[in-house]
């Protein structure tokens, strides 16, 4: 039922209607003509009839109350956040994993809530796990209620103490979503701590976030070719990366059946030991080789006079064998000219230094790389030069793979997506600080994140399939700008819930998350 202007020669007239079936047409039947809308609207009768009509519409009536300050609020509390991954958390099936590996357990608090809590603050707000609590007072997470700090730690241990099983079991149960997995990227990186490090965990190693001075942990994720992350693992901070690949490989091909499948890895990966256990598995690999360290590739490799051939934008490759060795070449022209500029940079700098002696040069490392020292002074050595030009804009991999050899170079370059993968784990949802003690709840903290990068690729995943490309920051901030206000009208309590700002109605659309209703009876018993 609504509201028609009716034209009738220079007059309109205006009248109630509503719509019915006839057969298998919809018509419009009038149902009360109410007058002549100039008429109406001179003597004021619209607003009249507005005004009497309201006492029966209870939404508008509240909104408008609210709006004018008629009805104060109780309390306001954000309910965006949970509509959008609280339904990918169950369309995953994460509700469902935990659910059934706590019901041999008896806790006394809500295990599966306190973990989806943890994850979804991990996504919105950075800050340690102490921190999850106060912000939870503030956005709704249905059954979270009563949460405490210690609550939330237990969580953390439980979640470390289940890791891998939480891992196989999402994998099994959304299989469907990895069954073109043909390429597996590995990488690795680090996190210090701002505490002791843990029971093991936490050791002095090479630092990939230039903090040698605090212990840190090395961390490992494997993500499929389409960016979907599928495990992670932690060792103690002093292990290499050349270490980590082969335990990740034989227990990712026992735990998720992958057989099938090329991995991908970095240069700090390549060692003779690794490739030649991975030769004996018959395991195919595609592995970034060091330039400057291996001998082969210094002598024969590089020199190779076989002809590059352009694959992509700012990529050429040339393939090289030598005997049962593959090696891929690439070549970046533009990468190439940003090499020689850098270089051309240091060495005018580094001619104007000169002149404060070989002590002034000692803790560049940019300038002691050209440098040789000639009866007690420093001098540029033009052979370093020359042999630094050698390397301008160019990487070599090694592989055993039967791929095309621009294949090879563009799956290698596929790469960054572990790379973007440890930069939203370090920063976007601040991994970091690092305060627990013990081994257990330090991985739980590391997976809190894993998990909400599940949710993250998930969501934009969805946004893709629906042609959206939305920046992350924008995502959080309309979602946490969707919120529900409690009022009060005498006797009885409402929600009425805010606007849809920007992009949150694609986003929970994407979600596939049902979006409540403007105004609706709050089931919760009115605070003093």
């Not at 969580?155 to 299989?175: P, Q, S, T, Y």
């Not at 390549?270 to 970034?288: F, H, M, N, P």
């Not at 420093?378 to 030069?385: L, N």
Request: proline share 3%; net charge positive; with cysteine.
């Amino acid at each position: 039922m609504f509201i028609r202007v009716k034209p009738s020669g220079a007059r309109k007239y205006l009248q109630i209607v509503e719509n019915h079936r006839e057969g298998k047409r919809v018509v419009q039947r009038v149902i009360a003509t109410l007058g002549r809308l100039d008429e109406m609207v001179a003597r004021g009768q619209v607003d009249v009839l507005l005004r009497s009509l309201s006492r029966f519409a209870t939404k508008v009536r509240l909104w408008e109350d609210h709006r004018r300050g008629g009805l104060l609020a109780r309390s306001s509390i954000k309910i965006g956040p949970e509509l959008a991954f609280g339904s990918l958390w169950k369309k995953l099936g994460l509700n469902d994993i935990l659910a059934q590996m706590l019901s041999i357990r008896r806790f006394e608090f809500p295990m599966e809530r306190a973990i989806f809590a943890s994850v979804l603050h991990r996504m919105f707000s950075s800050g340690s796990d102490r921190s999850a609590q106060a912000w939870l007072q503030d956005v709704r997470v249905e059954g979270a209620e009563g949460l405490e700090c210690h609550h939330l730690y237990r969580a953390m241990r439980f979640l470390g103490e289940n890791k891998d099983r939480i891992e196989e079991d999402l994998f099994h149960n959304n299989r469907d979503l990895f069954t073109k997995t043909s390429l597996a990227f590995f990488d690795t990186t680090t996190l210090y701590f701002e505490g002791c490090g843990g029971e093991s965990l936490g050791q002095f190693g090479h630092s990939k976030d230039h903090r040698p001075d605090l212990k840190q942990m090395v961390v490992g994720a494997v993500l499929s070719e389409d960016g979907r992350p599928l495990a992670c693992q932690m060792w103690p901070g002093n292990q290499a990366d050349a270490r980590s690949l082969l335990p990740v490989v034989d227990s990712t091909r026992k735990r998720f059946g992958i057989e099938q499948v090329c991995w991908v890895a970095d240069r700090g990966m390549a060692t003779k030991s690794l490739i030649e256990e991975l030769d004996a598995r018959s395991l195919t690999y595609i592995l970034g080789a060091r330039l400057r360290r291996v001998k082969e590739i210094k002598e024969e490799v590089l020199s190779h006079p076989s002809p590059y051939q352009e694959v992509a934008s700012n990529l050429q490759v040339k393939e090289v064998k030598l005997g049962e060795r593959r090696y891929v070449v690439c070549y970046n022209p533009e990468q190439a000219a940003k090499d020689a500029a850098d270089r051309e940079s240091i060495l005018l700098s580094l001619k104007d230094t000169l002149e404060a002696g070989p002590s002034a040069l000692v803790g560049n490392q940019g300038y002691r790389r050209y440098l040789k020292i000639e009866r007690g002074s420093a001098v540029i050595d033009q052979a370093k030069v020359q042999e630094d030009e050698r390397y301008d804009g160019k990487f070599v991999l090694r592989t055993n793979s039967s791929l095309p050899a621009s294949d090879v170079a563009l799956h290698y370059k596929q790469l960054l997506l572990v790379e973007q993968f440890f930069r939203a784990a370090k920063s976007l949802l601040d991994t970091r600080p690092i305060f627990h003690k013990f081994d257990a709840t330090i991985v739980g903290h590391v997976f809190v994140s894993f998990l909400a990068l599940v949710l993250v690729y998930e969501l934009k995943d969805r946004l893709k399939a629906k042609g959206f490309d939305i920046e992350w920051s924008d995502i959080l901030r309309d979602l946490e700008a969707l919120c529900e206000v409690e009022v009060s009208d005498g006797d009885q309590t409402y929600l009425l819930r805010t606007e849809l700002r920007g992009i949150c109605g694609k986003v929970l659309q994407a979600a596939g998350a049902a979006i409540p209703p403007t105004v609706r009876i709050s089931s919760v018993v009115p605070r003093p």
